[in-house]
């Protein structure tokens, strides 16, 4: 299990259509956002509750009705206070692929920095084109193609109207750090079930300790341990959804050798054991 719907390596969509909608409840075994990455484009809407939402280090609180707007490779994490929230994620290049000239010029903005994420109101002018893309997406009309490709260039087209209160060299500072940031929580996830240690996952970052542990709680608001624990509990929570599967096996299977220590863990994360949340989603 490694949270099928946010990956890096994740198909959007179809070849001749690359986007797709995410809705995301209490019930969804995806609820939180880990902190993630991937090349394409996300827009997040909440329609109820609240989402605390964490883009290249920088904390946000989304409201009912607001949305955001993530770039591709920008790393972004999330964490919902009884809330439900969509996602829409695309491939951009791809959208205006017909187009070169309207490509090179998204590119060339989130190249200066002048595209980055932003928060919109639903009153705002991109926050209604957004609440209306993701209602297109929801009725999937036989046209539904058609507008949603169309709401997409009108919102991009906004967009670009609008430049991010980023300065270049934050950007550029940012930029060298997601770079080192990516690395690491790529080996993360693919190698969580095996044991890493802070040194291996500094190594990764080519960077030293101390350094490191500095740059990624900037981004992502934990230690690198601290971290590594969380994804692997979740991972774990994910897993208790399969009946077949032993707590123990669990357990193991996601890294942590010590069935006491995984427990407490667990608890500390879910404020519940590992039986007691098995038996609250089954």
Known sequence: MRYIGYQENQVRGTFGFPIQLYYVDANHPQYEMPFH??????????????????????AYTLQKGQSAFIPGEFIHGGVPESCIYECVVFDIERFLAQSPQCLEKYTSALDNGDVAEMIFDGSSKCGQIIDELFVNMEKEGSNYTFTTTGLLWQFIGELLEQKAPHSTDDFDTVYRKNKQIKRVLTKIRNDYSKPLTLDDLAREAHLNSQYFCRAFKELTGKSPIDYLNYYRIECAAEQLRLPDLSITEIALSCGFNDLSYFNRMFKRRKNMTPSQYRNKIM
């Open 37 to 58: 990455w991937h090349m394409e484009c996300e827009l997040i809407l909440v329609l109820d509750g609240k989402l605390q939402l964490t883009i290249n280090g920088t």
